[in-house]
């Protein structure tokens, strides 16, 4: 049976979405990550404190600008999460067959 990677980490369906794009991008500054999930620019915050604490991301330099920080998969996390993201997307698969008529 297909893993859920939400009961397996510990984390919200946002905080999910966040760590989604972090490992199909390798990297995103809070900006891009705020954006993408549609979350204010405090609540990506709390999020990316709430998953660096959980330990699957962390914060580093921007090399495009050094003012700025982007955030990134730990070694252990991107160990992980590409499986735990691959399952989930063969479970969905299987879930949307499911649900098509039988040729008639």
Same mark, same amino acid.
């Given at each position: 049976?297909?893993?859920?990677? %939400?009961?397996?980490?510990?984390?919200?369906?946002?905080?999910?979405?966040?760590?989604?794009?972090?490992?199909?991008?390798? *990297?995103?500054?809070p900006t %891009?990550? #705020?954006?993408?999930?549609g979350l *204010?620019?405090?609540?990506?915050?709390?999020?990316?404190?709430?998953?660096?604490?959980?330990?699957?991301?962390?914060?580093?330099?921007?090399?495009?600008?050094?003012?700025?920080?982007?955030?990134?998969?730990?070694?252990?996390?991107?160990?992980?999460?590409?499986?735990?993201?691959?399952?989930? #997307? #063969?479970?969905? %698969?299987?879930? #949307?067959?499911?649900?098509?008529?039988?040729?008639?």
């Open positions: 049976m297909p893993l859920a990677p %939400q009961p397996i980490l510990g984390v919200n369906v946002t905080d999910m979405k966040c760590l989604d794009i972090i490992t199909l991008r390798g *990297s995103a500054s %891009q990550l #705020a954006t993408l999930t *204010s620019t405090g609540a990506t915050t709390a999020m990316i404190d709430r998953l660096e604490h959980r330990k699957p991301i962390m914060r580093r330099s921007n090399p495009n600008d050094r003012r700025g920080k982007i955030v990134v998969l730990t070694e252990r996390a991107k160990g992980r999460l590409p499986a735990l993201f691959e399952s989930l #997307a #063969a479970a969905m %698969q299987e879930f #949307a067959w499911s649900y098509q008529c039988p040729p008639g």
